[in-house]
């Protein structure tokens, strides 16, 4: 086995020799060290194997970051499971969708976040491979409660879940994320072991995240940039893990001065937050250091004012797809500043990209075209979804991402847009990522994003909803023209309107489809 071929249960009891009593994961009261973590992790496999969970089968989670989540996660891994994690945002048939098409036979999940009891938006789905839900919170009809479930691990012997584990390969799927959906049905993206901790030892290495690192973790974990980037990084490099519920502007400064944070990744809309919050300056941010962040939108200005600002010594900026792991490239901390802020970095070591026509033909460097990736981040595929999985890995290995960027002559690329969200003005190509980023530089704008609208003469024309600035006070004509002395013609808005604040979904990424919807 290579170094970077390495199983999950590998990954925890090789962080456990390494920093033994060093604290682990802290979330309010409850704490682990990295030697605890891994004892867990043990008695989690213990419980699976007593419940008849083994290699292959699949088993979901639905909650948010909490240190349960973590260890049944590592538990049911180590016995070669498959983690699927659901979405805290989904209803009852959306989730029920996702549980019965990969066939979970577990379901782990709690009552009470955000008034919810998951459990009973299910109650009434018809799911015949569901075996048993589990409760780490709370309690609901028909379930069984977290610490009944860790407790029934003890009729088995510890011998027997090492034996699990060992029999666990590199090769083996480590989970399941289910797509978006945003292009038809969500799909299973099945992804291994081995593949997974090479991405994020290398992401890690890459970012410079360290064992001194205090990492926030807002990113949800049901999301790569949660899981992946997240806790299973924090472990990688043996940082402290402190995960957050949900994103809570005046919470994140708080906890920021409380534990000295030093690690706070997200999307772009999580900094501009920060910078355009009015009492900033009463609270000691100077602990921050290192800042990862990527999305079709980066604003230029954003990453200059996340180091003038907000303090960060190290901002990169990655790009990836649940399709690829999560990572497809990443800046390095030695590129130029101007580097960082225009692009996503290149490719990871042993993967390949391109940038390609319509026709597959690769385009000259500097022209726009299609994101191809090959290499060993390249999921394994749909799950029970043979076709789909040839419509998008290619016959000579190449995932086609559907997204557009534009590569230098160095490799670098930059993102400018979902092939999906690109619009047509007049016969000409509009990337609404291309004029967000425009917009962002206009002093008084927080936030922007952009929509194609339908337009008699033109077919379709750009659509600006702007999150003002604090005590700003920009009038929509004044933004239009402004446009128009800034950017093509044919680019700029023809209507702007103002909102207070923009739809995200969990992971702080702009829903595009509220914004289309509010338009018919």
Avoid at 60 to 79: M, T
Avoid at 432 to 456: F, M, R, T, W
């Amino acid at each position: 086995m290579t170094q970077t071929q390495k199983t999950m249960p590998q990954v925890v009891r090789s962080a456990a020799e390494q920093y033994g009593d060093k604290v682990a994961l802290v979330d309010r009261a409850i704490s682990y060290t990295y030697n605890e973590l891994e004892a867990a992790r043990i008695q989690a496999a213990r419980a699976f194997i007593a419940q008849g969970i083994s290699k292959g089968d699949r088993v979901a989670i639905w909650a948010p970051n909490i240190p349960e989540w973590i260890i049944a996660a590592i538990g049911l891994q180590s016995v070669g499971a498959v983690l699927l994690p659901l979405n805290t945002r989904l209803k009852g048939p959306e989730a029920a969708f996702q549980l019965c098409k990969s066939g979970a036979k577990m379901l782990f999940t709690l009552s009470g976040f955000l008034d919810v009891d998951y459990a009973a938006l299910i109650a009434e789905q018809d799911l015949p491979e569901l075996r048993q839900i589990v409760m780490f919170r709370g309690d609901s009809d028909n379930t069984i409660h977290w610490s009944d479930f860790m407790a029934a691990g003890n009729q088995v012997d510890p011998a027997l879940a090492e034996q699990f584990s060992a029999d666990v390969d590199p090769e083996d799927p480590l989970d399941m994320l289910f797509t978006s959906g945003t292009t038809g049905e969500p799909k299973g993206v099945v992804t291994s072991h081995g593949q997974n901790i090479k991405t994020f030892e290398i992401w890690s290495s890459v970012v410079g995240l360290n064992s001194a690192d205090n990492y926030l973790i807002i990113n949800p974990f049901f999301h790569s940039f949660g899981y992946k980037a997240g806790w299973l990084s924090a472990i990688l490099r043996g940082a402290k893990m402190l995960p957050i519920k949900t994103f809570d502007i005046d919470v994140v400064l708080e906890r920021i001065e409380k534990d000295k944070i030093t690690m706070l990744p997200g999307a772009p809309t999580i900094y501009q937050s920060l910078l355009v919050h009015p009492k900033r300056e009463r609270y000691d941010l100077s602990s921050l250091r290192l800042a990862v962040t990527g999305a079709a939108s980066v604003p230029v200005e954003l990453v200059r004012q996340m180091s003038s600002e907000l303090g960060f010594d190290t901002v990169l900026t990655a790009y990836g797809l649940t399709e690829t792991c999560g990572v497809v490239s990443i800046c390095r901390e030695a590129d130029g500043a101007e580097l960082i802020a225009t692009t996503s970095g290149r490719a990871m070591p042993d993967v390949e990209v391109k940038c390609v026509d319509s026709e597959g033909n690769e385009v000259p460097r500097g022209e726009p075209g299609e994101v191809w990736v090959r290499g060993f981040n390249v999921m394994q595929g749909y799950f029970d979804l043979p076709e789909e999985t040839a419509n998008t890995i290619d016959k000579d290995g190449w995932l086609h991402t559907g997204d557009v960027a534009v590569m230098n002559a160095q490799g670098y690329i930059a993102i400018t847009d979902r092939i999906k969200d690109m619009f047509i003005t007049g016969g000409f190509n509009c990337y609404p990522a291309e004029i967000e980023n425009a917009l962002c530089s206009l002093k008084g704008v927080a936030q922007a994003a952009v929509i194609g609208v339908p337009d008699e003469r033109m077919g379709e024309v750009a659509k600006a909803f702007i999150v003002q600035a604090e005590g700003a006070n920009l009038q929509a004509d004044e933004v239009i023209a402004w446009c128009r002395e800034n950017m093509a013609n044919y680019k700029a808005p023809r209507y702007v309107e103002f909102i207070d604040a923009l739809p995200l979904n969990a992971s702080g990424k702009v829903l595009k489809t509220e914004l289309r919807a509010r338009e018919t």
